[in-house]
């Protein structure tokens, strides 16, 4: 259900005026160099606003300030229905400034804005309503000594948190970090995707609103090479969470050995398999799930089940059934509630997922799409793109391409279908779709993969942990085990 039309959407969002500073204790600054960098909406070529591009001098005076409102205790010790109430104060204000994040994220980033209304900015705020609600439910423990003993174990905050997020999901990403943070009590200094950094810095404004102290949560936007790298690299920051690829995870647990030996956190690279075998009690739906799983926001999704395994009985009617759906993905204008995709996050990744196209169309067969084209004459868009009987080892099949391409490989029997698809450096996500149960169970155990859907695709909720297995990193977010990667527990023994 549509939220706004066309012609009110784009009414909306000529009345939008985004922070172009960086947001560091409490209030809106310039760079100290004066440099800005200029966002630009994919979807139209034009540049939104021109934004503060911090750098290592900056990212110094975000930890710094970070550091000086954990140690002054303003957050860390507050009473935990105190700052359980500024959080639910945030989450309701993400919900009533919807059409506006909702908006940021699409510009910025090329999303559909229908999918940011009701999907990324709804989730927002209910993953910050979870971490409130959770923050007076946690106990500490006693371990059970013997007389003349006390032995008490505490969870405590670890202290500043630099939070490096993606550009796929700007508002999500920011809040899936910053939430569990900031719920075990810790100051936040947050670098988002330079592709898409709007939505955070409206979020630190709104978390001051909502009475979050100053210090507390820290945005600075810039560009990974400095900005990121200088947070890897700071000595006063005491955990690293980074989503992006693996790649760029591997240099964030170089620069932890490098400086303070910090705690790093890593979610990458996935390349997720689906696994449809002929027993599938519902073959429609399984093919419904299948299109959603790789075209849902353009592709551009780190646990996209771009490699699709079919039973061979079952692997033309099937194929022919998702180029069926792909037709119901073709790439509209992101403000259009009717679009069902929207536009390629940057030219640089627009000219990688082209790329691996080509590469694709030599080794297998281009059932459908394969094409850039354009939307009113502008703009960075891609055809939903099947490819059929592809080859185990080729390019496609083996990296990450992010886009709206599928490969498609046929398989024989279980054993099969497995180590198809655990031959992947990846372990993030995995789907399969079977109506026998001892299958399913089997299936699921043999998976290399942190979540594993059976009988829908990338299952996600706040109570759940998310993260992957080998290369798609360590760790976990969402969940009361996202707790764990921030904060430390202490034991006090007392002798008596």
Not at 218 to 231: D, F, I, M, Q, S
Not at 397 to 402: Q, V
């Amino acid at each position: 259900m549509s939220v706004h039309s066309l012609k009110e959407w784009n009414d909306l969002a000529a009345q939008i005026k985004p922070s172009r500073q960086m947001f560091v204790n409490g209030r809106f600054e310039d760079a100290a160099s004066g440099k800005t960098f200029d966002t630009i909406n994919p979807a139209t070529g034009e540049v939104i606003a021109a934004i503060a591009e911090g750098d290592s001098v900056d990212i110094d005076r975000a930890v710094t300030a970070a550091r000086n409102s954990f140690d002054r205790g303003v957050w860390s010790e507050e009473a935990p229905m105190n700052r359980k109430a500024v959080l639910l104060k945030l989450a309701e204000l993400i919900r009533s400034n919807l059409d506006e994040l909702a908006l940021l994220d699409s510009m910025d980033m090329g999303k559909t804005v229908e999918d940011a209304a009701t999907v990324d900015v709804p989730g927002s705020a209910l993953f910050f309503q979870w971490y409130a609600e959770a923050i007076d439910k946690i106990y500490d423990e006693v371990a059970p000594t013997g007389p003349g003993d006390l032995a008490l174990i505490t969870r405590e905050p670890l202290g500043v948190v630099g939070a490096v997020v993606p550009w796929n999901f700007p508002l999500d990403m920011a809040t899936w970090k910053a939430a569990a943070a900031l719920a075990a009590g810790n100051s936040v200094v947050l670098k988002p995707a330079e592709q898409s950094p709007l939505s955070a810095l409206r979020l630190a404004e709104l978390a001051m609103e909502a009475g979050l102290p100053e210090g507390v949560l820290n945005v600075v936007p810039g560009y990974g090479e400095t900005a990121g790298r200088a947070l890897g690299l700071h000595q006063d920051v005491d955990c690293l969470a980074f989503t992006g690829s693996t790649p760029v995870g591997k240099m964030f647990q170089q620069y932890a050995g490098q400086s303070n030996m910090k705690q790093v956190w890593l979610e990458t690279g996935g390349k997720s398999p689906n696994l449809i075998f002929a027993d599938c009690d519902n073959l429609e739906a399984a093919a419904d799930m299948a299109a959603f799983g790789i075209f849902f926001n353009q592709g551009e999704v780190c646990s996209a089940n771009s490699r699709l395994l079919v039973e061979r009985s079952i692997h033309q009617d099937f194929v022919q059934m998702l180029i069926a759906r792909a037709e119901n993905f073709q790439p509209g204008n992101p403000l259009d509630p009717s679009s069902k995709m929207g536009a390629i996050v940057s030219q640089e990744q627009y000219d990688r997922i082209l790329k691996m196209i080509a590469s694709g169309k030599k080794d297998a067969d281009c059932v459908t799409g394969g094409n850039a084209i354009k939307i009113d004459n502008r703009g960075l868009y891609v055809e939903p793109t099947i490819f059929d009987n592809v080859q185990c080892g080729s390019e496609i099949e083996t990296d990450e391409i992010f886009g709206p391409v599928l490969s498609v490989i046929p398989f024989d029997t279980e054993e099969e279908a497995v180590e198809i698809a655990n031959n992947t450096i990846y372990g993030l996500a995995a789907s399969l779709w079977t109506g026998n149960l001892s299958r399913a169970h089997r299936v699921s155990r043999k998976l290399k993969a942190g979540t594993v859907s059976v009988n829908t695709v990338d299952a996600l909720s706040p109570m759940t942990p998310f993260g992957g297995f080998k290369q798609s990193g360590v760790g976990r977010d969402l969940s009361l085990h996202a707790l764990d990667k921030y904060t430390a527990l202490k034991t006090t023994w007392i002798k008596y």
